[in-house]
């Protein structure tokens, strides 16, 4: 079955996390998505390699780009030479969608700016991703994920007072690529009914700071000037990591209800009429009293017992996993959340996690697993009009 965006046209320039997944998004909805790389491969192809030293194609590949780069073709080439900048000229004229996150003068240097490219196709779509977005005094400087959550209050309130903590999973780029791929898909609806494609732009501090906004609103309007308080919740208790016989669990209770469930749990109503517990805010205030009652509660039972009990009392609650035991989770297999995709190289199929959005009657999904290195360049010249002999002296000339 044909994807949503079948016959759409990607161009992907993104590296790294934020970029190349914008386009994933497009291509698991059935997009035509060419992922463009240096001809020694770009640096995001080794990130975090299944094979430490080998070769591209011999498992050498990171596991990120295997992740990211999946459901699409791949070619080399090098937009910064005259040649090159003809091909990137010649795909532009074809395509419906241009990702590229890259500071706004290397955009201009590689002839990505939405004036170069609206010159050559009206109807394009240039999706942008910066660090710090265009206009500001640092829209010049480069950033990565954990400079965003530094910069919006994210890391200051994360582990421990002494030592501000960034968080392991690196939401600022995912959600940033998350949103622009939401804003891609309202240009193209837009382009359908004004004829004109335009740019769309994401920022990795635009995304923290969306994602933390309600953090900031309290600051600016309360004056709290919290700090980092572990794995507790300011706002709402008990919601904290616990201990068990033989592992963790994560016990998180909000909201009047939970915490009359909670109370009858633990055996101790009392605390309905306690006033250090009376409503969400104080409950957070008065956490590590809560805490500390449910890892007492907890200490005398298996994860297992603990997690029963907390299921049939209703109160959200589960296990610490370690990646391993994520993988081996019943509910995660049952639910085929990730698909085994094999990639020449790797001792066994790598589990991609598919597309986390389903739709009824139009799904996207994995179609194929991340393109070797330069491994569409020939076919993809070949339908721009470039014969053989041609594509022969663009190798020869350093441009493929």
């Known amino acids: 079955m044909a994807g949503v965006l079948d016959g759409i046209k990607v161009l992907d320039f993104g590296r790294y996390i934020a970029g190349p997944y914008c386009a994933t998004l497009l291509a698991d909805m059935g997009a035509d998505v060419i992922r463009i790389e240096k001809r020694e491969g770009s640096e995001d192809r080794f990130v975090q390699p299944v094979i430490p030293d080998a070769a591209p194609g011999e498992g050498g590949e990171g596991t990120m780009f295997l992740q990211l780069n999946r459901n699409k073709r791949g070619m080399t080439l090098d937009p910064m030479c005259d040649e090159g900048r003809a091909i990137v000229a010649k795909l532009v004229a074809e395509a419906d969608i241009v990702v590229a996150n890259l500071p706004p003068q290397t955009l201009k240097a590689m002839g990505l700016d939405y004036a170069t490219l609206e010159a050559i196709n009206p109807r394009v779509i240039l999706t942008t991703v910066s660090a710090f977005g265009h206009g500001g005094p640092y829209s010049d400087r480069v950033g990565f994920d954990g400079v965003a959550q530094a910069m919006s209050g994210a890391a200051y309130l994360t582990g421990r007072a002494d030592e501000p903590t960034k968080s392991y999973a690196p939401w600022v780029d995912f959600g940033t690529a998350v949103l622009s791929a939401y804003g891609t898909m309202a240009a193209l609806m837009a382009r359908d009914q004004t004829g004109k494609g335009q740019m769309v732009e994401g920022a990795l501090l635009a995304t923290a700071l969306n994602f933390f906004n309600f953090h900031l609103i309290e600051q600016d309007l309360r004056q709290t000037d919290r700090t980092a308080i572990g794995n507790r919740s300011p706002y709402a208790g008990p919601a904290d990591c616990v201990q068990t016989k033989d592992g963790w669990i994560f016990v998180q209770v909000i909201g009047a209800p939970l915490f009359k469930r909670w109370t009858r749990l633990m055996q101790e109503e009392e605390w309905l009429t306690d006033p250090r517990f009376s409503t969400d805010l104080k409950r957070g205030e008065n956490g590590e009293i809560l805490s500390e009652r449910t890892a007492t509660w907890a200490a005398d039972l298996t994860t297992e017992e603990a997690l029963e009990a907390l299921a049939e009392a209703r109160i ?51 179609r194929h697993r991340a393109p070797l290195l330069g491994e569409h360049t020939d076919s993809i010249l070949k339908d721009l009009g470039y014969d053989p002999s041609a594509i022969a002296q663009l190798r020869q000339n350093g441009v493929i």
């Open 316 to 366: 959200p609650a589960g296990p610490v996993y370690s990646p391993a035991q994520a993988l081996a989770d019943p509910h995660i297999q049952a639910m085929q959340y990730m698909k085994p995709v094999d990639f020449p190289g790797l001792p066994k199929p790598a589990p991609i996690m598919d597309i986390p959005i389903r739709l009824s009657a139009t799904p996207g999904g994995i």
